[in-house]
């Protein structure tokens, strides 16, 4: 096929010998499949900012670390500059999430480089070399869904041990090749520990499989593995091989509302005190004298 453009300069310094064909088009990067050498992998071109529907939205940005200073400072300021190292920083983002996560043993494809926007990285396929399906793609047995949903749950613990919540993890953010579920799409990684919205991610992500995967094996509409695995990771005692049991004792104490608005009461009233204090309101009894 035609080269495209953006992928010209790769093609140029010998990082990719062949465009074969378009893989995918999606709401933040066309995928193409390339030749190099003798391997067969992906190049995801991320489109650029205004181009993208996905929002590069603060709750995700949230808890990432910029090492340079000046950088920093820019992209806090949202100078021309900011704005430039910002959309290099949510770019890179991916590929930073995938070199920790295949260090963590997570399932997702291989990274092989980030040039000029264009990530390289393995294609997934299945047995016979054909591209591997979505998950949504595919029809499960219900032997199928309760291992490919713990491989997943394995993966989400994986991740969330090398400090990493996907953010968006669906049916539609994992393929299933011989060997199960590969997790894909990350540019919108969180940071369990920096990001104040990681919880509710986690459970989103979670929910969102055990929906999925609960179609074909109900069961596992009634566990609770977000919630037994923030609960875990808030104490300590989370580590990569944890056996979850998807149990979790939910609270359900129902709040005194009579002693709600007595303790609110009581705010009210000493605040009311102390702004006379500071008045020195006359008319206030408790008032002292200066």
């Known amino acids: 096929m035609k080269t495209p453009k953006r992928l010209q300069p790769l093609l140029d310094d010998g990082l990719i010998d062949e465009v074969l064909t378009q893989l995918m088009s999606g709401k933040e990067a066309q995928v193409y499949v390339v030749r190099c050498g003798e391997e067969v992998r992906c190049a995801k071109v991320f489109k650029e900012a205004k181009q993208r529907s996905f929002k590069q939205a603060v709750q995700y940005q949230e808890g990432r670390k910029e090492r340079n200073s000046r950088r920093a400072r820019a992209m806090a300021k949202k100078t021309r500059y900011g704005q430039k190292e910002q959309e290099q920083a949510w770019l890179s983002a991916e590929v930073d999430a995938l070199y920790r996560l295949a260090a963590a043993d997570v399932r997702v494809p291989k990274p092989y480089g980030f040039v000029d926007g264009v990530l390289l990285?393995?294609?997934?396929?299945?047995?016979?070399?054909?591209?591997?399906?979505?998950?949504?793609?595919?029809?499960?047995?219900?032997?199928?869904?309760?291992?490919?949903?713990?491989?997943?749950?394995?993966?989400?613990?994986?991740?969330?041990?090398?400090?990493?919540?996907?953010?968006?993890?669906?049916?539609?953010?994992?393929?299933?090749?011989?060997?199960?579920?590969?997790?894909?799409?990350?540019?919108?990684?969180?940071?369990?520990?920096?990001?104040?919205?990681?919880?509710?991610?986690?459970?989103?992500?979670?929910?969102?499989?055990?929906?999925?995967?609960?179609?074909?094996?109900?069961?596992?509409?009634?566990?609770?593995?977000?919630?037994?695995?923030?609960?875990?990771?808030?104490?300590?005692?989370?580590?990569?091989?944890?056996?979850?049991?998807?149990?979790?004792?939910?609270?359900?104490?129902?709040?005194?509302?009579?002693?709600?608005?007595?303790?609110?009461?009581?705010?009210?009233?000493?605040?009311?005190?102390?702004?006379?204090?500071?008045?020195?309101?006359?008319?206030?009894?408790?008032?002292?004298?200066?």
């Open 121 to 290: 990285m393995e294609m997934i396929t299945e047995a016979d070399g054909h591209v591997a399906p979505r998950l949504d793609d595919v029809t499960l047995t219900h032997e199928q869904a309760l291992a490919y949903h713990a491989k997943v749950i394995e993966d989400v613990v994986k991740m969330l041990c090398a400090g990493l919540i996907h953010g968006d993890l669906s049916e539609f953010n994992v393929l299933v090749d011989a060997d199960g579920p590969v997790i894909i799409d990350l540019p919108q990684a969180v940071d369990a520990a920096g990001n104040n919205s990681a919880e509710a991610m986690l459970e989103r992500d979670v929910n969102n499989m055990r929906a999925y995967f609960g179609r074909f094996a109900p069961e596992l509409l009634d566990t609770h593995y977000a919630k037994e695995m923030w609960a875990l990771y808030e104490s300590g005692e989370l580590h990569p091989d944890r056996q979850l049991t998807g149990y979790f004792e939910l609270d359900s104490h129902i709040a005194d509302v009579d002693e709600l608005m007595e303790v609110i009461d009581d705010a009210k009233e000493e605040e009311a005190e102390r702004q006379a204090r500071i008045r020195g309101d006359d008319d206030d009894p408790d008032a002292p004298s200066y």
